[in-house]
């Protein structure tokens, strides 16, 4: 009898052994997975950070590649210029004053964007730094073109204007027109920002509600929302917005295949938005539930 219970004494001790080393290689497995998903994280956010510059530079170059041409056709038509033309290279030069302003603005965003980056190399960062100073100066000595090529146009303008006036009435003539052609490229800079403008708002449900954006289920169906809790953004310009939440639904509508929200290391959302056009196509107001 003492055998037989020494025996099961040992079976017991063998078998508990072997569960405890059981339990203790899944919660190994636990661990190594979690740790694995976490690197894994890390590693997406860093590749969605790297996509985002190279997006933005990629847009700044598109600018410019746009200003060139505009540029070429203003030269190519500015030797002698008829009075049928003139609007047109008006029309040119104010196309390539707002893509100027444009290429600021994205240049601005990436120097932002490279400064909130906490995951680029020292080494990529001075590279970064060192290509936003190239965009800057290429910006800047594109400006000083600009400028140059106006004023060109302003004097051939005068001539033209000349003949058959007095100097006297050109010259008040002048003047009123510089005025008009500044306060309409203004208007037309005005309407081209608001055509470009987009309004996003994020919130848990409650502060939806009480902002009146979410009633009864449905979103945006009173004009009573408080439009003011919206945040104004250019379309053309800001394509990232973290959402700062773990959990993230898009409450308007907005063709798939436009964005993708990526998760960071912390597992909160950042909407990204891949095509633009595509994705304000169906409102300009965007609105997103988190918790």
């Known amino acids: 009898m003492k055998k037989i219970a020494i025996i099961t004494t040992a079976v017991f001790v063998i078998a508990l052994s072997a569960c405890e080393n059981k339990a203790s290689q899944t919660q190994q497995v636990k661990t ?7 690197l894994m994280s890390v590693i997406a956010q860093k590749d969605n950070e790297l996509n985002d510059l190279m997006t933005t530079i990629n847009d700044i170059q598109e600018g410019f590649r746009q200003i060139n041409e505009a540029e070429g056709r203003v030269n190519l038509s500015k030797g002698t210029p008829e009075r049928s033309q003139r609007e047109e290279i008006k029309e040119n030069i104010a196309f390539i004053q707002r893509t100027m302003q444009l290429n600021r603005d994205l240049i601005a965003k990436l120097r932002q964007q490279l400064k909130n980056n906490q995951s680029a190399s020292s080494k990529l960062k001075t590279t970064l730094e060192t290509t936003i100073e190239g965009l800057t ?10 400028q140059t090529l106006t004023a060109e146009l302003e004097q051939k303008n005068l001539y033209i204007a000349q003949q058959g006036e007095q100097i006297n009435t050109l010259n008040e003539n002048v003047n009123q027109l510089t005025a008009q052609n500044s306060e309409k490229a203004r208007t037309v800079a005005a309407q081209d920002k608001e055509l470009n403008t ?7 449900k409650k502060e939806l509600k009480e902002q009146k954006i979410l009633q009864n289920g449905d979103v945006l169906r009173s004009n009573q929302f408080n439009k003011d809790y919206f945040t104004r953004i250019d379309i053309r310009v ?4 973290k959402l ?3 959990s993230a639904k898009l409450l308007t509508t907005h063709p798939a295949g436009s964005y993708t929200l990526d998760k960071d290391s912390q597992g909160q959302y950042t909407l990204r938005i891949t095509n633009p056009t595509q994705f304000w196509s169906v409102s300009r107001y965007l609105v997103i539930l988190v918790k």
Not at 198 to 204: D, I
């Open 238 to 241: 800001d394509k990232v917005i």
């Open 198 to 204: 987009g309004w996003y708002v994020f919130g848990t």
């Open 244 to 246: 700062y939440s773990k």
């Open 32 to 38: 190594e997975a979690a740790d694995r998903d976490s």
């Open 137 to 146: 100066a290429e910006l800047d000595a594109k400006n000083q073109q600009i």
